[in-house]
């Protein structure tokens, strides 16, 4: 049985990172929404409560009766989950006077605590509360003060049940991994045995017992996720497996034929179906972002589900949904910016049983695995790509002439990512054509033709990114390239937005 950490989930931005910090501890967690607590699984070592966007005396707040798991786990309360305890058991939370928001250092830490074993006075932390604890209940005793948070950590007298103020997840938080190492490893005995190796041997047994000699579909996207999962599945049930790789038309330049031929030197039982025409014939005209999307999410499942009957006695759909994908969805705050729907529907129209068996990794973890498993590192490592493909990235209607330029600017721009070192160092990185127009002049002629968007940027999850600083001198190389090669464009940008508020797409 693979023990765990139960991170209760209190609608904080930085609870999936405290996931990933646990995994990179060797040790399995699962992000639950804080009232599921599984109460009857023997495998929970420990607890961790995240913060909130809430404060604990709002009306909408998060509740929790720890009641159910005080005395039972190791329990290590953060910011808001410090706070509910602290309240909970007759402290008092109030509205700091400024806003605690920063870097900020421990300058009195007790030594004998287990939690703060190896971590020296001054150690840097990240604050982010608008409220603070300004005392604690009677039985707790604080463990770590900075000048301006008193309580900046505590723990219940005798009891394993320890709350901090501050994110130790955070990578600002310089102590932070000790922290959790403290907690995770000393304090609830993790034998530190999750990793990809152990991951692969424990999942290829499950799947190998849960679909026994049953015939298994795929839809291969070329991206990293469906690639490792069907790589997984073919190491499990072999011949089982068929995998069916769409091509509506939108990818990018030989995408189709290399990934293909990629798939086949995998040793993957891979159909290639060229559905190009259907697509360009169905978003002829059509200009709104939203139907764009939601044409070639059907179309794809049309196709895929045409396909997948050909094959007899098929029982199982198989998916590369990741951890964050499922996390987002159980989200309790979230809300849809976009509908990223590439299969979405697909099980409920196919009546398939659905497996999925890389629901519980994180994106650095499914690349680990992809690793392990002997795949190359240029399909493990290759940038995220929307499920639609080009159409988001072309704005306004589409065309196989539009998709054709943007193809030659966009191979232009990634080849001279790679080719200059920095493809590894940007999170994902495409061209954008652009609905204008502009006057340019080449040799003695005055030209009236199309700009493209370059954009490019780092990101950790693709939930928030940054716009990439990539240098000068390089992108004086491509906007002239593709001036000078792709016919019909004079004017390349470059977008430095962010997101928040921009987006990574631009439809
Ligand atoms: P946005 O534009 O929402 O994109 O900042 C976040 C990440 O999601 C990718 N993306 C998609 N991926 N199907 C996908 O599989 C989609 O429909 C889709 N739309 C956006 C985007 O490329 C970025 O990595």
């Known amino acids: 049985m693979t023990e765990k950490i139960i991170i209760l989930d209190f609608g904080s931005q930085t609870t999936q990172l405290i996931g990933r910090r646990v995994r990179e501890l060797n040790t399995y967690c699962e992000i639950v929404p804080y009232n599921k607590m ?70 009195f830490i007790n030594h004998a605590d287990p939690l703060f074993k190896d971590i020296e006075s001054g150690a840097q932390v990240w604050m982010s509360h608008g409220d603070t604890i300004t005392s604690i209940p009677a ?13 900046a950590a505590y723990r219940a007298d005798g009891e394993q049940l320890w709350g901090v103020q501050f994110h130790p997840e955070v990578f600002h938080s310089t102590c932070g991994m000790q922290l959790l190492q403290n907690f995770v490893v000393d304090i609830c005995h993790s034998r530190q045995t999750w990793s990809a190796a152990s991951f692969i041997e424990t999942t290829v047994a499950a799947l190998k017992e849960q679909l026994g000699s049953d015939k298994v579909v795929l839809g291969l ?35 189709f034929k290399n990934v293909l ?7 993957l039982n891979v159909i290639g179906v060229d559905a190009s025409k259907k697509f360009f014939t169905e978003l002829a005209g059509v200009t709104d972002p939203e139907r764009k999307r939601k044409i070639i999410g059907k179309g794809f499942i049309d196709v895929f589900d045409e396909e997948a009957h050909k094959i007899k006695d098929v029982r199982w759909l198989a998916q590369g ?57 240029h399909l493990i490592k290759r940038h995220p790509f929307p499920g639609p493909g080009l159409a988001v ?12 330029v943007l193809q030659e600017a966009d191979h232009i721009f990634i080849q001279g990512l790679r080719d200059w070192g920095l493809y590894d160092q940007v999170w994902q990185a ?15 002629e005055r030209t009236y033709e199309r700009a493209v968007a370059l954009r490019a940027v780092t990101s950790t999850d693709a939930m928030t990114a940054d716009w990439a600083h990539l240098p000068y001198d390089f992108l004086a190389k491509v906007s002239n390239d593709i001036i000078n ?11 430095i937005s962010s997101k928040p508020p921009s987006t990574i797409e631009w439809e």
């Open 38 to 107: 599984p109460l009857d699984d023997p495998s929970v070592i420990g607890v961790i409560l995240s913060g909130s966007p809430f404060s604990v005396y709002d009306e909408k707040a998060f509740k929790l009766n720890l009641d159910t798991i005080r005395g039972r786990y190791p329990i290590l309360g953060i910011c808001y989950g410090a706070q509910l305890i602290a309240y909970n058991n007759g402290g008092t939370v109030e509205p700091a006077n400024s806003r605690e928001y920063g870097r900020a250092n421990l300058g």
């Open 139 to 151: 039985n707790f005793h604080t463990i770590a003060s900075t000048d301006k948070v008193p309580v």
């Open 221 to 255: 996207s070329g991206g990293v996720d469906s690639s490792v999962a069907a790589v997984l599945l073919n190491k499990a049930i072999g011949k089982n497996l068929t995998c069916i790789f769409v091509d509506h038309g939108m990818l990018r330049k030989d995408e």
């Open 261 to 267: 031929r990629d798939y086949q030197c995998l040793g």
């Open 321 to 377: 949904t990741i951890y964050p994908d499922c996390i987002e969805s159980l989200s309790i705050t979230g809300t849809t910016i976009k509908s990223h729907h590439n299969v979405g529907g697909l099980p409920e129209k196919m009546n398939l049983r659905l497996c999925e068996p890389l629901r519980l990794l994180f994106k650095d973890e499914v690349r680990a695995v992809g690793r392990e498993l002997g795949m190359p590192d």
């Open 393 to 404: 990235r072309i704005l306004g209607d589409i065309t196989p002439e539009k998709v054709a």
């Open 430 to 444: 495409g061209v954008i054509l652009l609905p204008v127009q502009s006057v340019g002049v080449m040799g003695d």
């Open 485 to 495: 090669h792709v016919r019909g464009v004079n004017r390349v940008t470059y977008d």
